[in-house]
């Protein structure tokens, strides 16, 4: 790993706990909606996006993650506040960055993994997809079947399993009787790993290790990806009600671990990281003063959810135009 792209991965960690944070703060000024913290999942968010190739793979995040997918193109950070602030036109973004809207649906995002990732190897692509899930979404029946459909198409696709320890208020220990989720692979026929997912270098040399293997025809790999939530699940979350103080006190940082890192190889310096962090406050305030005055048609709202719009639809449309 060298000194160049430990130094990168760092520098996006970063730029994802401030964005997260941003957002956060607009969401309690009453400038966004509920939205989703990523701390505690930088590491493995960014090591994962380090090790696919932005030009030919695809993620598809829950909704944690996009704050930290740089990597794959600065419209994903620019889209991903107007989703924030409720505008349509966050609900996709362009080609060519390869890169999902959030997914707030639990699962659903990994049957789609698998399709693309089936159509990817119909077509004769040579890239693979990656699909970020939580520890409590593994209870969805779309991951059983997804994976399954996986494991006997030998689909190009990695599934990281996030497990952060918590479900909103439901601790991993309720949600599977399983001594882990990478194990759930088994009874797919494909591999499973448990890594640590606070060290991004050993996120980006499993998912390394896991795009490897679905370029060269070998099917999927289930990564599980170990750390911790260390804040709350969403703006609308008081986690102070159920999460033990101790268990949160010992959970490790994963920009403190990349900070060590940096700091072992003779890297890091307080100056340095500051100017970073101001480079990235910087950037975030461009994305929200654009978004904030992206001009918004409300009745955009109506144009994406069916090719061809289903009566009541078209009724609602019309009764909320004759309102507004
Ligand atoms: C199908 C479905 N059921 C329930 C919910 C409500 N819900 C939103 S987030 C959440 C917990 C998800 O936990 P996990 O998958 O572990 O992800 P995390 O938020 O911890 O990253 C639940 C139950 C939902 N969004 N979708």
Redesign the pocket.
Known sequence: MTDELVTSMFVDMLGARLYSQRVFNLQRQGRAGTN?PIDGSEALVVGAAFALNPTLDWILP?Y?ELVGLERFGSDVLDRYVLYCIGHPDGGHIPAPTRVWPPQ????TQVPHAVGLAWGMKQAGEEGCTLVF?????TS?GDFYEACNFAGVLDAPVIVVV?N?G???STPTTSQTRAKNFAEKSHAFGFPGVTVDGTDAIAVYEAVADARSRAVAGAGPTLIEAVTY?LGP?TTADDPTRYVPPDELNAAKDPIEVMRSEMQRRGLWRQEWEDDIVSQADARMEKAVVAAEATPLEPSEMFNHVYDQPTPRLVRQRSEFEAKS
């Open positions: 989703a829950q944690r707030i649906s639990l699962a899930l939580g520890d409590g979404s969805e996030v952060n918590w479900a909103i939530r699940h």
